[in-house]
């Protein structure tokens, strides 16, 4: 595999794992961060974030990202090891995303319960549509 090859698996793997984070964000209850959040959270630390930048890292396009004190700083923010953005070893990625799947169904887990108890009087088909889009949410966390 030639080094473009590498450069955009990269780009991809980082933009996949990204999403993932701000995924568990909302799999938690809480709201999507918003990048001015993030930026202003980094900028503490003394990190620098161009909205164009953060774009191009999400979508994965762009120049790769390899910048040890960014992706630490963003890892820190996000609460998880450094190495989760910065190792490209497979293992330590493949623990740290099991726990952030796990955390995310069973959030999507309470909420099917939760909506089972609250919509009670939902007419049965009513329900199972809220189950199935439940149950497509967690297919597309895989």
Do not use: C, H
């Amino acid at each position: 595999m030639n080094r473009k090859d590498n450069a955009s698996q990269r780009r991809e793997e980082l933009a996949r794992r990204l999403d993932l984070l701000m995924d568990v964000v909302v799999a938690e209850g809480g709201q999507p961060y918003k990048f001015a959040d993030i930026q202003a959270a980094l900028a503490e630390k003394g990190v620098g974030l161009s909205r164009a930048r953060w774009f191009y890292m999400r979508e994965g396009t762009g120049a790769t990202v390899t910048d040890p004190k960014l992706l630490s700083a963003l890892a820190e923010f996000f609460g998880v090891p450094p190495a989760y953005l910065l190792d490209s070893d497979p293992s330590l990625p493949a623990r740290v995303e099991a726990q952030l799947k796990l955390l995310k169904a069973m959030r999507i887990a309470e909420v099917r319960s939760f909506a089972a108890r609250a919509l009670g009087d939902l007419s049965p088909e009513a329900t199972s549509a809220i189950a199935k889009i439940l149950e497509e949410e967690m297919k597309s966390t895989d």
